[in-house]
């Protein structure tokens, strides 16, 4: 008995001994490229991100400009072009949906180096809508579920977009304070540092909110790369935080970030008192 509460008293204390530190980063960014690419299904425009690393957190990261892109499926290829110029954002020229059974590559030439990364797609799955409560104390509502985080056959990120601009007595607040996105992760891990990870904020809505839940298929290698990054950010600073390591990345050498293709399952609906 005694054991088990000196061991309560080391936890608490632990998790209250919070000092907060600047610490300067030094030394040179590494001469990389940050590749942030996940084609799908829907018929759009694809696009592909292409940047340098920052020095300092939250920092604006500037755009690789006038690379030459091109995506390949074995059958077809495909040109991007930099829209708009100068931006690092490369998209196809017209609508394109990434197809279920193909092996898409992507190639990106800048200066005298060449990028390169493979994936394919992962099968869509039809779900359950999330649920959502009304807070204690307002008339306003938050999610308090939205998928399981743990699967360890069909891992999944969830994107969920809030709006409730055209609800009633929100038609003349400014339109981005009136729309919110959200994403949520089903891995086939379970770490410590993510059952202990720090809360996030909680986004309150009203009756009349539009919610657009989106269901992204994931393969095991871009789930792999989406646990090394939360690992790196969100689920630092909580009461268990996982070693520092380098991101996981299907690009060659030179580049970092993930090239991913998923299939894409949406649902719409209002929320309702």
Not at 89 to 113: C, D, H, M, P, W
Request: charged letters at 15%; one cysteine or more.
């Amino acid at each position: 008995m005694k054991k088990g509460i000196l061991f309560i008293l080391l936890l608490l204390s632990l998790y209250s001994c919070v000092k907060k530190t600047n610490w300067p980063i030094t030394g040179n960014v590494p001469k990389l490229i940050v590749v942030d690419g996940i084609l799908t299904d829907e018929p759009k425009r694809q696009v592909i991100r292409i940047t340098y690393p920052t020095a300092g957190l939250n920092e604006i990261p500037v755009p690789v400009s006038g690379a030459n892109v091109v995506i390949n499926n074995e059958d077809s290829t495909y040109e991007l072009l930099e829209i708009p110029a100068g931006s690092g954002l490369y998209q196809t020229r017209s609508n394109f949906s990434a197809v279920l059974g193909k092996n898409y590559s992507l190639l990106i030439f800048s200066g005298e180096k060449v990028y390169s990364a493979k994936a394919s797609m992962m099968p869509g799955l039809v779900f359950n809508p999330l649920h959502y409560v009304k807070n204690d104390g307002d008339n306003l509502f938050h999610i308090n579920y939205v998928a399981s985080a743990f699967n360890t056959e069909l891992p999944a990120m969830w994107e969920v977009q809030l709006d409730w601009s055209k609800v009633a007595g929100y038609e003349q607040t400014d339109s981005s304070l009136c729309q919110k996105r959200m994403l949520f992760y089903t891995l086939p891990t379970l770490d410590v540092s993510e059952i202990f990870a720090p809360g996030m904020e909680k986004i309150s809505f009203p009756a009349g909110t539009h919610i657009i839940e989106k269901r992204y298929s994931l393969s095991s290698g871009h789930a792999g790369f989406i646990r090394t990054l939360l690992s790196e950010t969100n689920w630092q600073g909580g009461l268990f935080c996982s070693a520092p390591a380098n991101v996981l990345t299907n690009l060659s050498s030179g580049a970092i970030g993930y090239f991913g293709v998923c299939a894409v399952t949406e649902l719409s609906f209002p929320v309702t008192p």
